[in-house]
């Protein structure tokens, strides 16, 4: 093996905590670079976060111009082009492409493409995308390496050649029966935006109803709001086996209560859960030792078992969103200045990008069940919320958990329009301590969708013994 060229940090994958580490230690003075296999930036910006929302934003405009007689506006008849459709996504993606290469050569970070993988510790081999390998060694390492999505081993699914949400981002014709194996965020929020470009589409879902992390309420919300579009849904279904090939006649042969049946498609789209890139990195090598289901071990400060290593984003475990890989370049950031930071008891907001999209943060009812907490809730449907009039977009509600014995906010969830955003005023209060009265009794402003805050807390019981 050739002598090594040496970096004072090495980081393996330019996900969205990695490449922010790099630019912060590069302009910080630090001789640092980035090896990345194939997408500059991650997955976030190419594949996955981004551009799904790309597309489900051209599933909305599709959606609008087939209902714009009842807003008063006359139009002809609405075809999708999926071709203009995938290369709107991908000029936002080589935009965003440039920016993350302006970035890297600001910062003064290398940023080295190709397969790296471990060949001794803090040591790795890089087989370049264009020819040839560089050996590089790190004073520290940091692992970024990310998950890719899961194809479970069904028979005869492999051999079908399954979409996954990569390959449901580059059609080019719509598809004219999309079968989703998986009730989760992504096989949800493809489900509806193919609905509404115009495929029949069919949910297959293992458990017993979508969504399963959520509440029923929630969970049963979703439903009906897919359901009312005309989207199929099959739950508590077991998939014997899949047969036929993607693209062009696919069968799935499933078993519910109702017994055995085969379900018939031109695509199928597998959104099953996500695999961590783990294998055949080395990491044996190199000293960092995996859990059972091949993710990274990482303790709270993000270390690995291996000295000077650390992992950032889902391949170490970290719940699977972009903003919380950026919050793992926070704590490793922040430790390597001096400083104690670590990823206990943080407070992890999400949403799932379905129209009406879901956003929630804190508690849900059952995990506050699980836990023995007592609680106080609130519940709101969307209609009473006067901007949901104005835009003839009522489903949904909001409600929110508080402690029985207290005024602190445990939990908020809402499905309706930009629940995101109501979230985040949540979860600021929640950061902040304030008691959920302090948003009962804001001025906010009319008519906006957070503005329903305050009749959902106007509703909250009193404490036992305590007035209004």
């Known amino acids: 093996m050739a002598d090594p060229e040496r970096f004072d940090a090495l980081i393996l994958g330019s996900g969205e905590g990695g490449k922010y580490l790099a630019w912060h230690l590069a302009r910080s003075g630090r001789r640092t670079a980035v090896i ?136 080019d014709e719509l598809p004219d029966h999309l079968l989703v194996l998986g009730g989760g965020y992504v096989g949800l929020e493809f489900a509806q935006a193919y609905r509404r470009f115009g495929s029949r589409v069919t949910i297959i879902e293992h458990g017993p109803r979508l969504a399963g992390r959520e509440d029923p309420d929630v969970a049963d919300e979703v439903r009906r709001v897919l359901s009312d579009e005309g989207v199929d849904i099959v739950v508590s279904a077991t998939v014997h086996r899949v047969q036929g090939r993607s693209g062009q006649a696919v069968g799935v042969v499933v078993e519910t209560s109702q017994g055995t049946r085969t379900i018939e498609g031109s695509h199928i789209l597998v959104a099953t859960g996500r695999i961590p890139n783990t294998a055949g990195a080395g990491l044996d090598v190199a000293g960092v030792a995996l859990n059972d289901h091949g993710f990274i071990q990482v303790n709270e400060r993000l270390e690995t078992s291996a000295p000077d290593v650390w992992a950032i984003g889902e391949c170490a475990g970290s719940p699977q969103f972009t903003h919380v890989s950026f919050d793992d370049f926070r704590v490793i950031r922040d430790n390597l200045a001096g400083m104690n930071r670590s990823t206990r008891d943080r407070l992890v907001p999400y949403c799932m990008f379905t129209d009406p999209p879901l956003g929630r943060v804190g508690l849900s009812e059952a995990e506050a069940q699980r836990q023995g907490i007592a609680f106080r809730i609130a519940k709101l449907p969307m209609a009473f919320v006067l901007r949901t009039r104005t835009l003839d977009e009522t489903k949904g509600f909001m409600k929110m958990l508080i402690a029985a014995d207290s005024d602190r906010i445990l939990g908020f969830a809402m499905v309706g329009p930009e629940a995101g955003e109501v979230m985040a005023v949540v979860q600021t209060a929640m950061l902040a301590g304030l008691p959920f009265t302090a948003l009962r009794d804001a001025i906010i402003a009319h008519p906006t969708m957070a503005e329903g805050l305050g009749p959902l807390l106007s509703s909250v019981a009193p404490r036992p013994g305590n007035a209004r």
Not at 82 to 101: I, N
């Open 36 to 171: 990345e296999r194939r997408l500059v930036g991650g997955a976030c910006p190419n594949t996955n976060c981004l551009p799904s929302k790309n597309e489900i934003w051209s599933a909305k405009v599709a959606d609008l111009a087939r209902h714009a007689r009842q807003f008063g506006t006359t139009t002809g008849p609405v075809a999708v082009d999926m071709v203009q459709v995938r290369q709107r996504k991908r000029d936002m993606v080589a935009g965003l492409v440039d920016l993350h290469l302006q970035l890297y050569k600001a910062s003064g970070a290398e940023l080295v493409m190709g397969q790296g993988c471990f060949v001794a510790p803090k040591t790795l081999e890089v087989r370049l995308n264009d020819g040839g390998s560089r050996v590089m060694a790190g004073d520290q390492v940091f692992i970024n390496v990310g998950t890719h999505p899961a194809i479970p081993g069904i028979p005869g699914l492999e051999a079908a050649l399954p979409l996954t949400n990569i390959e449901a981002l580059e059609l």
